[in-house]
């Protein structure tokens, strides 16, 4: 079955940067898109950031742009975010998700990691 792993969450100051990283099996990674969703504290779902299948083309919310940096290794079927510059308002949790690709990138997900919690407080 379906199985996405986050890894790389943490607590870090505000201005620090940190990594992500989403360990996918059960499927043919390089055929997907990828997208990290993220929720903060008492608010809804967040669309993070998508990276198509071949990792050539990739897509940002205007609240991350030039800040964080999705990438992907379809030889190690591995997803990451490397997140840098990272405000308080970035304190979430952060899932790796797995496009359905019946709908447009980064719209619809039919699989879920687990989510790791990036914290970012002085």
């Known amino acids: 079955q379906v199985q996405l792993v986050e890894s790389g969450g943490g607590l870090v100051q505000p201005g620090g940067s940190m990594s992500l990283s989403c360990t996918a099996s059960?499927?043919?990674?390089?055929?997907?898109?990828m997208t990290w969703v993220r929720q903060a504290p008492g608010k809804g779902l967040e669309w993070v950031a998508s990276?198509?299948?071949?990792?050539?083309?990739?897509r940002y919310s205007d609240s991350v742009k030039g800040r964080f940096t999705i990438s992907r290794d379809n030889a190690k079927n591995t997803l990451s975010l490397q997140m840098d510059n990272l405000k308080a308002d970035d304190t979430a949790v952060y899932y790796c998700?797995?496009?359905?690709?019946?709908?447009?990138?980064?719209?619809?997900?039919?699989?879920w990691g687990q989510g790791t919690q990036v914290t970012v407080s002085p």
């Open positions: 990276i198509y299948s071949a990792g050539t083309f990739t």
């Open positions: 998700t797995k496009d359905d690709l019946r709908e447009q990138i980064g719209t619809s997900f039919d699989s």
């Open positions: 059960g499927f043919i990674f390089s055929n997907y898109y």
